[in-house]
């Protein structure tokens, strides 16, 4: 349960994108997309800074590593620009409409899992002065665990939104939430998150 936000609040989602829209999930993505949305719209209102976060895996070092799972992701140049060029061609970066985007919101395009790693986001937090961030998107125990994990080291609070994310796999799914986000944040809904917005000091 959030027990408040603080004045310097970021909200940050991440990979809310038109080619993940598209994949099965444990939940159904429109829900999680009208809830980010009504978060946006609630940090508008406030003034807060909003962050959007992409995923573009292709050729990204994770991809190429050995493991029991593997990734789908091409490893020679060759097929990695021709995966690059269809899913640019079928808008997979795009971020879906719902979300009302405006030039002046932050955005960040990551590698792989953490939002944090290699890109600008710490730096863009820290020049608006924000020590907490209200996180949400795709997936739980991926991009959003991810990111999470590394906004806990660097000392951010960290809100999370469980009703405006989702996973490929429901037990990954409840893993972080009732596992591993109660260790580094706190949780709540979408209407809670809002309801606090107004009363942050």
Same mark, same amino acid.
């Given at each position: ?5 603080? *004045? ?45 976060? /992409? ?25 990695? *620009? ?44 820290? *020049? ?67 309801? /606090? ?5």
């Amino acid at each position: 349960m959030i027990t408040t936000i603080d *004045k310097s609040t970021a909200l940050v989602l991440i990979d809310l994108q038109k080619g993940i829209a598209g994949i099965p999930l444990a939940h159904p993505f429109v829900g999680v997309a009208d809830n980010a949305a009504k978060l946006v719209s609630a940090f508008r209102k406030e003034g807060l800074p909003i962050v959007f976060v /992409h995923v573009n895996p292709i050729g990204s070092p994770f991809t190429m590593v050995r493991s029991e799972k593997k990734s789908g992701m091409p490893t020679d140049p060759a097929a990695q *620009k021709q995966a690059l060029e269809a899913m640019e061609a079928s808008s997979f970066f795009s971020l879906v409409p719902e979300l009302e985007t405006r030039p002046d919101d932050i955005y960040i395009t990551k590698r792989t899992w953490s939002a944090f790693h290699e890109t600008p986001l710490h730096e863009e937090l820290q *020049k608006r002065g924000v020590t907490q961030i209200v996180l949400a998107g795709v997936a739980t125990s991926i991009g959003v665990e991810g990111t999470a994990r590394d906004a806990n080291v660097k000392g951010y609070n960290i809100a999370f939104v469980r009703d405006a994310m989702t996973d490929m796999e429901p037990g990954a799914h409840n893993n972080s939430l009732d596992i591993i986000f109660p260790r580094i944040g706190e949780i709540d809904t979408t209407d809670s998150v809002i309801a /606090h917005l107004s009363q942050r000091k």
